[in-house]
């Protein structure tokens, strides 16, 4: 009874031992407020059920799913836009070149979630929700899912023909003015540019706080780092564009950035 | 009403019914742990937990939601498959027949969108949810990763999806998707370094030519209604009994 208690019942116990940690003494306390999942849980999430069969059915009878005309290779529709879901990559289109906003940007992302519970080695703030116990972890996960709905919010709202910016209350029929005025930085600027926003990126915040990078060794920090100065790149590239026209900070012959 | 009482018992303690409930109903501790233990549907939880894993202002009841959506979708799903075909010819006529003149059609097809968009959500607010409360943390490192596989799952089901009405917001929607595709480093015929062309890149692969057509069509459907969801659904597997297996419900370790 012993051994499956400790394999079944407390795994998180078996795996402190294994680590060599303490015995959390708030344990026994919570052993005292469990609930039964028969029936308590079980009611909850039958309920839920029901609630959701009955709010789907109703936003069923109330909207039609759109269909529109059949499919004509010969005639687009402008704007087209992608499923609302996806609409935060196609608004990224108009500042990076494809390469990058549909393919590189979405598969850094997906890595990086990968990678999330094995480079954040921040022992605290599991499974309970706390702020002063994670802050950096907690900042950066949420500008970068703020950063996400925000660029859907804008591709499906206020994106109009030619994927020019109408505010809602504005007409598609008016026709805007595209951008003409666009330059890039010459290789010389744009190369110091990346290397000075990388190269410092990376090492001020392991000077500032040495404690930082002596917890998290060279292989974690620098992948933790990368990402971050990768996921704020995209909004300084934004900012660039929309408050300095800069189309490319990077021109290669090969691809542009 | 004695009789009737008594043919009650009787069926209760007839060989058949023993065979499928193994255990009475009498609220007693024991009873409810049977319950759970002996139910193949319910087993996936634990017959207990702790008190603050059954509040909603805790786990959002998101990845339960997200769950009882992948169902809804399975079920409406296969209940349209009737009615569809993957061919260019029918496909849209299909969808025209689904809305004016199968009985419940439109409800059908609404049910199966409406749900498509809103497990969208609930996934990513169950991501958040799980990333606020530090669920990730040892020793879930990995029931992490195969959540974010899932998160990636979901996205290819509704992209696959989004073309098999085969009307102008689905060619035009896909094709946005398709010409991204076709940039790929490497691997696309308009990315950097590109060591293909469009005949054999990555997006003819997805395609199954240098368009969106009849093979562009059947490959979606394919994926959307059998790899896709039997995928996820092995995943699915895979992550609940993770949770059971590292440590149960989030909770402070």
Redesign the interface.
Known sequence: MGEYQDRYEFPDLKFNIQRGKKRDFRMEKREKKDMFVWPDLVVMEFLTAVALTIILIVWALLVNAPLLEVANPGISENPSKAPWYFVGLQELLVYFDPWIAGVMIPSIIIICLIMIPYVDINPRGSGRYTFSLRKFALINFNIGFLMWLVLILIGYFLRGPDWQLYWPWESWTVVKKVEDNLWSLDPVTGLTGLALYFGLGMIIPGLVSREFYRKCGPARYTIVMLSILLMYFVPIKIFLRLAFNIRYVLVTPWFNI | MSRKKSLWKRIRRSQVWRSIFRHDYTDT?KN??L??RSNIF?HI????????A?KIR?TW?MG??TF??FI?EVITGILLMFYYRPVIEYA?QD??YL?FDVPFG??L???????A??M?ATIMLH??RV????????????N??VG?NL??IT?LL??TG?LL?????????I???A???????FI?H????ALVDKYNDIRFMLLGGT??GANALLRFYVLHVIVLPLTAAVLVGVHFWRIR????I????
């Open positions: 501790r409810r742990i319950q759970i319910l939880h634990p017959a207990r937990i702790p008190s603050h059954g805790f009841c339960g939601i009882f959506l809804v849209y969808m025209k809305r439109i409800i097809r609404n049910i199966h969108r409406w749900a968009h809103l969208i991501m958040l990333f606020l409360t530090g669920s990730y943390k040892p020793p879930r490192e990995f992490w990763v974010v998160l990636v996205f509704s992209f989004y009405p085969w009307d102008q917001l689905a060619y035009w929607a094709t946005v998707g010409n991204m595709i076709r940039a790929t480093p696309g308009e990315g950097p370094f368009e969106i297996k590292d440590g149960g989030s909770r402070p370790l």
